[in-house]
């Protein structure tokens, strides 16, 4: 095609002064070889180009065979190139292909289409065509070859191009592979010893034969030999040849029977043996068969043939008894077998048994029979189906066998599954849950959903972290706690988890991992406890524990340092505690007593009955107290001991032991007999003082008397001659004298309070305070004073006498004492349960408080004669009086503004008291 497109002359006739291969031809050749490659592609597609391409070729070669029979041109030569050589020779149809050639691509095509014909003639009546064809291009060949133009001339009109003829005959060969056993490619391809010879000796005919023609051809031309020589010399080498070619064949021939007489005997040692071990295999089957049918019986397996076509139906004997009937009383046909199954199961049986009919899938058949005694056996069955020719099942060989008791268990099993499962979904107290490799939750039981809040259809698939605080996922807590358990088979902990409702929950885990029977883990069974209320009582005890250790804590410093022998024993009189006291006062420092018993630690205690009989006592219950007992220490010593022993109780109110304290008051003891000791002799000597003063004072009296009566006398007598000096004497030693005589009477009062007992009586204070209105009504008037006092005033038990002077001591002095007002006295009380209280108070001159004492003290006076007369005893006086009742006497006073005396007086204090 190229050649015509591109007009290159050697690309259109191969050799200089042949004919060309026309454009059509080119491409009705390219199109049957197309055909021929897409036949090796099996598509559908390449069918669909297979026929189109076909259909041109028959069209194209059809069209140019009836123009050359009928004379006429459709203008088909010219269509895709003008053949203007043939124009130029005046050909009478340029470019039109060889009627041979058209002739061979019908036959080309026909043999194409109908090579795959279902009919066997019809396969061979193609390939004869196709050989029709190499032979034609064969000829066409020789001609070239030969230089003999009417062989490729075949239509005496358009001759075949040499390379389409050659191009004829590969495409017809190849085409011929197509149906290689049918035909004479059959011939060359079988495996026959014919075949095997034809592929030897055609080639070498062929080739021999050529060349001979060839030689003789030539000798003729160039005149080298005559006609008949030629003919004659021709025949006698095809004669050579034939024979050297039937000699080499023969010999052949003969190794190859010899070889198959030798394959022969071997073939029938083989035999022979063969039929040897077909009787021993026979023998053996025998034996299996037997074996088998024993161990059918052993087995309880029944077997069953059932002839499809003619429905025929047989059991071997154990079939019997798996249905529990007799052999007489069996059908023997498929219906037989229907009527013992069970009802409720038959339709699913025949389904399954019609779908292994159909090839759909292998017979596996679970199904109950009833017995004719109505009892129920469940049969397991399956079977091997025949099948025919064309695949349709015609016998069915198969098994039953009583799987009743395995039936009974799988039930067992499943309803011991099924309890627990509901067991365990069941379970309130624990989560159950399974998980799968990753941790997803699969399961879900009561108890999970009580815990973690959630239902089961809102949390399975979710995973187990889940439940996690964000803390622990940020920790991985989770992916660890999986990870140890893929690693140990088991993890285990505790911790805060989260349930739904956000709120926390202390959970006890326990991760156990599952695996398949090759050991793989397949997940993870997870327990949880809710343990909230316990951690709470945990950390509540802890607490209490931490609180408790403090106080104990506590307790032991305290009881350490406490400034007193403190002890404490167990019911063995064994040290539990003591305080540093304890140890100094028992002289046991340094020493580790604690745990051991008081007696090892003071032997001395074993030889004294009475601590011992003590000891016991109280820890019977007995408090023992002792303010003051003697004790005798080992150096003979004596130590004045306040004690007290009392027991000590456990928490469910027995008697743990005691707690021993002891004071050592050996210096108190001995500081109050010398207190006692020296009051006395106090006592005695102020007894002796009062007396003394008392007589002292009343003694004086007589002589200063008698001083002051003869110094008036003398100033009687010697007025007149008196100068004014000696006057002046005599009136200072009568001053004097009226002093000490104040001071006397005074000085008596003070010391007839200490003497002997007083009269105590009901003195009503309202009385005393009239009283002493009269008697200083002259020193009231001299001053423009006055006494003021509430209306109701107490009758108290006192001495009259001495509360007399007392009121009349503190008014005078608030009188004597005035400022530059006139004086107003004011008297008032208060009582409390134990004493009264009165307070006498004056507008006066008030006193220093540097004074506040003194003024109280014997003789101690703020004023100088020379501005208030006065002895110093008065307030002293007071003070006397008012502890003599029981009481005390004070001041308050601010310097320029007054002074308040205030005096108790005991309400308890009787005179025998004083
Ligand atoms: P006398 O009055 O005889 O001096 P007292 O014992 O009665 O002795 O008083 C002692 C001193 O207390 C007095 O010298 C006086 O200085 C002072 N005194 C007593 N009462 C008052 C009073 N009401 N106001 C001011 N000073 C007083």
Redesign the pocket.
């Known amino acids: 095609m190229a050649g015509w497109l591109f007009n290159i002359d050697i690309f259109k006739r191969m050799i200089s002064g042949f004919p060309t291969m026309k454009f059509n031809t080119a491409l009705c050749i390219a199109l049957c070889g197309a055909v021929l490659w897409l036949r090796l592609y099996k598509s559908r597609k390449s069918s669909i180009f297979q026929n189109i391409f076909s259909a041109i070729v028959l069209l194209f070669a059809l069209i140019s065979f009836s123009e050359d029979i009928f004379h006429y041109n459709t203008g088909l030569d010219q269509l895709f190139v003008a053949d203007n050589e043939s124009f130029a020779t005046s050909s009478n149809y340029p470019g039109r292909m060889a009627v041979f050639t058209a002739i061979c691509f019908i036959c080309l095509v026909v043999s194409f289409s109908l090579a795959k014909a279902k009919s066997k003639s019809v396969r061979t009546t193609t390939q004869f065509i196709l050989h029709f064809v190499t032979v034609i291009s064969f000829i066409a060949i020789v001609g070239y070859l030969y230089n003999i133009p009417i062989f490729y001339k075949l239509s005496f009109l358009t001759s075949m191009a040499m390379h389409t003829a050659v191009l004829f005959f590969i495409i017809s060969i190849a085409g011929s592979f197509f149906n290689y056993n049918l035909g004479v490619t059959g011939l060359f391809t079988g495996e026959g010893m014919g075949s095997v010879m034809a592929r030897k000796i055609f080639p070498m005919i062929i080739i021999i034969l050529l060349i001979l023609g060839f030689l003789r051809l030539q000798s003729y031309r160039l005149n080298m030999i005559s006609l008949e020589f030629g003919i004659a010399l021709y025949t006698i080498s095809f004669l050579l040849v034939c024979l050297l070619i039937i000699g080499i064949t023969a010999v052949q021939l003969n190794h190859i029977d010899r070889k198959r007489k030798e394959a022969e005997e071997l073939l029938k040692g083989f035999n022979k043996n063969l039929e040897h071990i077909v009787h021993q295999r026979t023998q053996h089957i025998r034996e299996i068969t037997n074996r088998l049918s024993l161990a059918t019986k052993a087995s309880s397996i029944g077997i069953w043939d059932w002839d499809i076509i003619n429905n025929n139906l047989v059991w071997d004997e154990q079939m019997y008894s798996l249905y529990g009937i007799k052999p007489a009383s069996f059908g023997g046909v498929f219906e037989a077998w229907e009527r013992g199954v069970h009802p409720e199961d038959l339709d699913k049986s025949n389904s399954e048994i019609q779908q292994a009919i159909d090839d759909k899938k292998d017979l596996d058949l679970e199904f109950r029979v009833i017995w004719p005694d109505k009892s129920v056996h469940y049969i397991k069955g399956n079977a091997f189906i025949d099948r025919d020719e064309k695949g349709n099942a015609s016998r069915m060989i198969g098994t039953n066998w009583d799987i009743t008791e395995q039936m009974e268990q799988l039930e067992k099993i499943r309803q011991s599954k099924e309890q627990y499962h509901n067991m365990v979904t069941g379970v309130q107290d624990y989560a159950i849950i399974l998980l799968d490799r990753n941790g997803n939750i699969k399961t879900w039981n009561k108890g999970a959903e009580r815990i973690k809040g959630y239902k089961e259809e809102e949390i399975l698939g979710n995973n187990s972290s889940t439940f996690y605080t964000v803390n622990d996922r940020n920790k991985h807590l989770p992916e660890a706690l999986l990870e140890l358990a893929r690693k140990n088979g088991r993890a285990s902990d505790e911790g805060w988890r989260v349930a739904k409702d956000g709120h926390l929950f202390w959970a006890s885990v326990v991760i156990n991992s599952l695996y398949d029977p090759d050991g793989k883990i397949i997940g993870f069974t997870k327990l949880t406890r809710d343990l909230t209320e316990l951690k709470k009582a945990q950390d509540a005890v802890r607490i209490t524990e931490g609180k408790l250790r403090e106080q104990e804590e506590k307790m032991r410093l305290f009881v350490k340092h406490t400034p007193a022998a403190v002890a404490m024993f167990d019911d063995e009189m064994k040290y539990i505690i003591a305080s540093d006291r304890w140890y100094r006062d028992y002289s046991i420092e340094g020493r580790d007593i604690i745990g051991q018993s008081h007696y090892d630690i003071f032997p001395e205690i074993g030889n004294m009955p009475e601590w011992l009989d003590m000891h016991q006592r109280c820890l019977k219950g007995a408090v023992q107290i002792n303010d003051e007992s003697a004790f005798t220490r080992p150096d003979g010593r004596t130590d004045w001991l306040h004690w007290e022993i009392h027991p000590w109780k456990k928490h469910d109110d027995s008697i743990g032991g005691i707690i021993m304290f002891t004071e050592v008051i050996t210096d108190k003891v001995i500081a109050r007999k010398t207190m006692k000791m020296l009051n006395k002799k106090l006592l005695d000597s102020n007894a002796e003082l009062e007396q003394f003063a008392y007589v002292a004072s009343h003694d004086l009296q007589e002589p200063l008397r008698t001083v002051k009566s003869f110094v008036q006398l003398l100033e009687k007598k010697y007025k007149s001659t008196l100068d004014e000096n000696t006057a002046k004497y005599i009136h200072f030693a009568i001053d004097g004298v009226n002093r000490m005589k104040t001071l006397i009477s005074?000085l008596l009062d003070f010391s007839k309070i200490g003497m002997a007992e007083q009269e105590f009586a009901f003195v009503n204070i309202a009385t005393v305070l009239e009283n002493t209105q009269l008697i200083l009504k002259s020193l009231l008037e001299e001053n423009g004073a006055i006494i003021i006092y509430p209306d109701h005033l107490p009758v108290i038990r006192a001495n009259d006498l001495q509360i007399k002077q007392l009121f009349q001591?503190?008014i005078t002095?608030?009188i004597?004492?005035r400022g530059e007002e006139k004086p107003v006295i004011e008297v008032g009380y208060t009582e409390t349960n134990k004493l009264w209280q009165f307070f006498v108070k004056?507008n006066?001159?008030?006193?220093n408080p540097e004074y506040f004492d003194k003024?109280f003290i014997l003789f101690?006076?703020?004023?100088g004669r020379s501005t208030?007369?006065?002895?110093?005893?008065?307030?002293?006086?007071c003070k006397k009086i008012a502890q003599k009742h029981g009481g005390s006497i004070w001041v308050e006073?601010v310097e320029g503004k007054g002074?308040t005396?205030y005096f108790t007086i005991s309400k308890q204090v009787e005179s025998g008291e004083l």
């Open positions: 005074d001591n503190l002095n608030g004597k004492y004056d006066g001159t008030g006193i003024i101690q006076r703020l004023h208030h007369s006065g002895t110093g005893i008065g307030l002293a006086t006073s002074s005396f």
